[in-house]
């Protein structure tokens, strides 16, 4: 008799070796319609290395917001779950994302004297802690500060002043902060799922890590993030994050709007969304007729008939108003002028048909879809651009990207954010 292999369970594979100087990282991706975990090795050479993914749908958040702290924690520790299995590894500590709390940007400068010696690593560290004095998070909790641009007797755009002389050294920081009680409950939601939080990171500076080009970002560039709830913004010019924005509507609204208009269900609505829906209507999609099931599955109702025209003429009266808010935070960001002309779009909105065509009328620049890159061995699963926020988390937590209010202090910094950021904090100093 033959003997029957035992059935190949698809989130299991050969566990990869890891190279002599690699680390394993885990990321995780808390949103509003899925959570996604990835783990990666990272540090060896060449791109970091998928080892293991997992993803769980997730009805626990409202536009980013944890509201279901139980269905949240189930949908994160299912996911990790998966990802550990398929890397073979057991992970304490991630690095999140976030893209509730209104998102926001800032940016604060600092000035030492040098008076004409030459910039020692020492001199650095005093314009840093001098930086961080600077914040002032107005009882918000401060994400990132990111030294954007250090400038020496007030000439800006020396990338790194160590070794150079200067009577002053200057230094902006971009601070990116959101309102303290999501983190809050976001940290709860994760460390309730068994697992450590090593550090928040914004959502669309991650998915820029991974979806934008270097000379994109030289050049200038505003990603735009469309995902269920929240649609998040990172504009970068001269190589540098300068700007972040969140608008609170997303792909799920859509979604809604054709619920309510043909009187059918959340879930019949993302379908038609997604296979029927488009931002552009062409001709024929006046003809084309679509069954729309409806709200109650008895007898006794019929299905609504919509022409796919109307379809999209729900999806784009949504989408102006998206496209509109998008406008006035590019503009309230200084995203304008010749340097502002490229727009990458990612997130799960990103894949309604036809987006980046509606996108470049509506405002009037060059726009392309945004996929994740620079990582090995991403599952085709998740390759499309709602994943840009997961692969760019490994790719931040690889670069160990320099902050300014999280790095360690030799003293206490004032205000300190409240007790989620000094977490953060410690966290990352023990990085
Ligand atoms: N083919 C498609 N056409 C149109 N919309 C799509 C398509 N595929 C996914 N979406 C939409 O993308 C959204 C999900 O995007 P994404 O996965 O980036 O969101 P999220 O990370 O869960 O949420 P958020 O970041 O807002 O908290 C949903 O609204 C979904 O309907
Ligand atoms: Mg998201």
Redesign the pocket.
């Known amino acids: 008799m033959a003997i029957m292999a035992p059935p190949k369970n698809p989130l299991v594979r050969a566990v990869v070796p890891k190279g002599p100087a690699e680390r394993t990282i885990a990321v995780l991706?808390v949103?509003?319609?899925?959570v996604a975990v990835l783990i990666a090795l990272v540090g060896g050479n060449g791109e970091p290395r998928v080892i293991g993914t997992g993803q769980k749908p997730c009805a626990g958040?409202k536009r980013?917001l944890v509201i279901d702290f139980e269905r949240t924690e189930a949908a994160i520790r299912g996911a990790m779950d998966q990802a550990e299995r398929a890397a073979g590894v057991q992970i304490e500590f991630v690095h999140a994302s976030i893209?509730a709390g209104n998102l926001g940007s800032d940016v604060a400068t600092a000035e030492i004297d040098i008076a004409g010696a030459s910039i020692t690593a020492a001199d650095m560290m005093k314009l840093r802690e001098a930086g961080r004095a600077r914040i002032d998070p107005q009882g918000r909790t401060v994400v990132h500060a990111q030294p954007a641009l250090y400038a020496l007797d007030g000439q800006p755009g020396v990338e790194s002043p160590l070794g150079f002389h200067a009577d002053r050294l200057g230094m902006d920081i971009h601070v990116v902060t959101a309102d303290t009680p999501p983190l809050k409950n976001l940290d709860r939601a994760i460390k309730n799922a068994h697992v450590g939080l090593r550090s928040l990171v914004a959502?669309p500076l991650a998915a820029s890590l991974s979806a934008l080009e270097r000379e994109e970002r030289e050049l200038g560039v505003a990603l735009i993030e469309i995902?269920?709830?929240?649609t998040t913004i990172a504009v970068h010019n001269y190589g540098m994050l300068v700007g972040v924005a969140a608008i609170p509507m997303?792909?799920?609204d859509i979604?809604y709007d054709l619920a309510a208009e043909f009187a059918t269900r959340r879930s019949h609505a993302?379908r038609i969304?997604?296979l029927d829906?488009a931002a552009i209507a062409v001709p024929k999609d006046n003809h084309e007729v679509v069954e729309i099931p409806p709200m109650n599955d008895d007898s006794t109702s019929e299905p609504v008939r919509a022409t796919k025209a109307q379809i999209i003429g729900v999806i784009r009266h949504r989408l102006d108003m998206l496209f509109g808010e998008i406008a006035i935070k590019l503009d309230e960001l200084g995203f304008t002028g010749p340097q502002a002309r490229q727009l990458v779009l990612t997130?799960?909105?990103a894949?309604?048909?036809a987006i980046a065509d509606f996108a470049q009328g509506a405002l009037n620049r060059n726009v392309r879809i945004g996929r994740p890159r620079g990582l090995t061995g991403l599952p085709l699963a998740q390759s499309g651009p709602?994943f840009a926020?997961l692969a760019g988390l490994v790719l931040f937590a690889a670069a160990e990207q320099p902050d300014i209010w999280h790095m360690p202090s030799v003293q206490k910094s004032p205000g300190g954010g409240g007790k989620l950021a000094m977490m953060i904090e410690k966290l990352r100093g023990s990085m």
């Open positions: 991706d949103g509003t319609s899925k958040l980013g893209s959502s995902g269920a709830g929240v997303g792909g799920d979604t993302e969304k997604a829906g997130g799960g909105g894949e309604l048909r709602a926020t």
